[in-house]
């Protein structure tokens, strides 16, 4: 069964069109996260979420927003799209942020910036 | 920060045989090391992890080993299938940190 959900799998959007990506979880997890993984990179976390807490990493653009409106879903929004932006976007989710706690990787959403 | 360093970036062995991935990792407090793999057009699926109070750690075909003195730590896969192949990712985290730093990956080829 899905742990954590992805939608879309793909999305298309024109250069500063904003766009929404979309995760959820069955896990009941207190934390989620989300990366940005480029072609042949590392994923790079942008934020996470500790229940209602927002965290956002020290280098990801103001371009780059959250929302965790209840536990099972987190919305990663791009204001304004460039092309360097096109990339595999993570959802992860952990139970905690404890010693030793497992991230759980979504399918992720491929977006493309024409 | 941490930094983690990952080797080789590529990898091709024939099946059956053996494959070794290296990760070194520079911050001294880092005590949870997991093991991820990534197929095309998939998110990474862990596949197995050690703790610092731990050396070694196996599963049935995968075992990954820690030395601590030295940080480094490695994945080892036996008797490896085609569909072992994927990208293969380390990663080291601190408790109580809310990041995962991982290596710049390993794409492993199991040659039938």
């Known amino acids: 069964d899905a742990m954590v959900i992805q939608n879309p799998r793909y999305q298309v959007t024109q250069f500063g069109k904003p766009v929404t990506l979309s995760c959820s979880q069955t896990?009941?997890?207190?934390?989620m996260y989300w990366y940005q993984q480029k072609s042949s990179q590392a994923p790079k976390l942008l934020f996470h979420?500790?229940?209602?807490?927002?965290?956002n990493e020290a280098d990801t653009p103001d371009n780059f927003q959250s929302r965790r409106p209840n536990t099972s879903f987190c919305f990663l929004d791009i204001r304004s799209p460039g092309l360097g932006d096109a990339a595999m976007y993570l959802c992860a989710t952990s139970r905690d942020m404890g010693f030793a706690e497992t991230q759980y990787f979504g399918p992720g959403t491929r977006l493309l910036v024409l | 920060g941490e930094n983690v360093e990952q080797h080789p970036s590529t990898l091709s062995v024939q099946e059956g045989d053996s494959a070794v991935i290296k990760c070194t990792y520079s911050d001294s407090a880092s005590n949870y090391f997991p093991w991820y793999k990534q197929e095309l057009g998939k998110g990474p699926q862990l596949i197995i992890d050690i703790r610092s109070n731990v050396g070694e750690k196996k599963d049935q075909r995968i075992a990954v080993t820690l030395n601590k003195t030295a940080k480094h730590f490695s994945l080892h896969i036996t008797e490896t299938q085609p569909e072992d192949s994927a990208v293969y990712f380390c990663a080291a985290s601190r408790a109580g940190a809310n990041n995962l730093f991982f290596g710049t990956g390993t794409r492993l080829t199991v040659i039938p």
């Open positions: 979420y500790y229940d209602k807490d927002f965290n």
């Open positions: 896990l009941n997890h207190n934390v």
